[in-house]
């Protein structure tokens, strides 16, 4: 919705995880940690809400027939780009 690209999870985690200075080991982690959370959160609200708006818009107009031709194969595509960004953010923020 917003962005929907496939350079938007690694541009938005590198940019809000960016250094800005050279602090020391310990401090750095300290930044660091929270910054990480807030962009895991904020990506996977955006992917869930975008989900939740397609999944909406199926089942409202589930009996009409251009939306099996059409919003099928995009409710289908977001629920696989929910879960491929759901397993990165998952995999980003414990190997941190």
Do not use: I, Q
């Not at 929907?4 to 050279?22: K, N, R």
């Not at 602090?23 to 809400?49: F, M």
């Not at 939740?52 to 919003?71: D, E, I, N």
Request: charged share 10%.
């Amino acid at each position: 919705m917003l962005c929907s690209c496939v350079a938007a999870l690694p541009t938005t985690l590198l940019l809000l995880v960016a250094d800005v200075g050279e602090p020391s080991h310990a401090a750095r982690n300290e930044v660091r940690r929270p910054a990480l959370l807030l962009a895991a959160n904020t990506l996977a609200a955006l992917r869930v809400l975008t989900l939740a708006v397609y999944v909406t818009v199926a089942t409202g107009h589930r009996y009409h027939l251009f939306v099996w031709s059409v919003f099928s194969p995009k409710l289908l595509y977001e629920m696989v780009n929910t879960c491929v960004h759901g397993w990165l953010l998952v995999n980003t923020v414990l190997l941190w």
